[in-house]
């Protein structure tokens, strides 16, 4: 049994994280979060202690350990712009680190945290959970067992409809949350990477507060995507059977069929990084740099446009 700290309970992914901790058959000591709307922790681990403020956190893990308490893992569900900073403060108290992505915002924290993890001896761990998803390592296994060298053509499109909080939360400042593409679409760059290999082009047709939209060329794909939380963007379709959310993957005009299957990846997850075999910094070193680019190029009209992008 493995020994855990929480820092974000109170945040949107945290119950997928108490989950997997509980179904790996495992233990949270501890947990942080600033806001104290953590009741869902009675479903896992009621005896946890829970402490709103950094300090008394701190304070309580470097006791334990006095204490003879290890701390085995610290699991990072915080507003992205902090992560960095959270690793480092696992790795430091002699704890491996488990973190939501974006891993990290930009492509030289990956470098510094390189270093940390070499100096502390402890394993950064992310969760990249589509790469553990039945229909995406088919479509992975089919392209690296195809003999041609033409590119398949691809359109991603993922709607996921916000309310207006969303505008004043974290979530809503680039500088904190990086932006549309990297808060819901960082996971999709990865595995877009990670079945069609380095990216050869990017372009940006479209990036607004609340949509992004442009153009992927992969080693072995040409991908057209579109990313929005805006209500307005769903097909009529959808809106009118009243759903809020579209989520779409065509591969040479056929759909990927991958809505169900999410609900055991994080205990999936988590028991691939017990066992040592997590993904660590090199496996979001591509994903971090598209997301990056893509909040840093200039808007272009050529390329090919998504259907969406208007």
């Known amino acids: 049994m493995k020994n855990f700290a929480l820092l974000g309970a109170a945040g949107y992914i945290a119950p997928r994280h108490l989950k997997a901790i509980k179904e790996t058959n495992n233990t949270l000591i501890a947990a942080l979060d600033k806001f104290d709307s953590v009741g869902v922790m009675d479903s896992y681990f009621p005896n946890a202690d829970f402490f709103v403020e950094f300090e008394r956190f701190d304070r309580h893990i470097e006791k334990l350990k006095r204490n003879g308490t290890h701390l085995d893992y610290v699991s990072i569900c915080t507003p992205n712009y902090l992560h960095d900073s959270h690793i480092r403060m696992a790795l ?87 932006g549309i593409a990297t808060n819901i679409g960082v996971h999709f760059y990865d595995m877009l990477s990670w079945i069609f290999g380095e990216v050869q082009e990017n372009i940006v047709h479209l990036r607004t507060k609340d949509k992004a939209s442009g153009y992927l060329e992969f ?3 040409r991908v057209r995507w579109f990313l929005s939380i805006d209500e307005q963007s769903l097909p009529n379709s959808v809106r009118k059977k009243g759903q809020r959310t579209y989520r779409s993957i065509t591969v040479n005009g056929k759909e990927i069929e991958f809505s169900a299957g999410f609900t055991d990846l994080h205990n999936i997850s988590y028991t691939e990084i017990i066992k040592g075999n997590g993904f660590g910094l090199l496996d979001s070193e591509d994903s971090i740099k598209i997301v990056h680019d893509i909040r840093n190029l200039t808007i272009l009209k050529k390329g090919e446009k998504h259907p969406f992008c208007s």
């Open 92 to 178: 430091r108290r002699g704890a491996d680190a488990i973190c939501e992505k974006p891993l990290v915002l930009n492509p030289w924290n990956i470098d510094a945290l390189k270093d940390i993890e070499k100096e502390s001896g402890q394993k950064i761990n992310t969760i990249l959970q589509l790469r553990l998803h039945p229909s995406i390592i088919a479509l992975k296994n089919k392209v690296d067992a195809a003999s041609t060298n033409k590119k398949y053509d691809v359109d991603l499109t993922y709607i996921t409809s916000r309310g207006r909080w969303y505008d004043i939360s974290w979530k809503g400042d680039e500088s904190k949350s990086g």
């Open 219 to 221: 080693e072995k794909a």
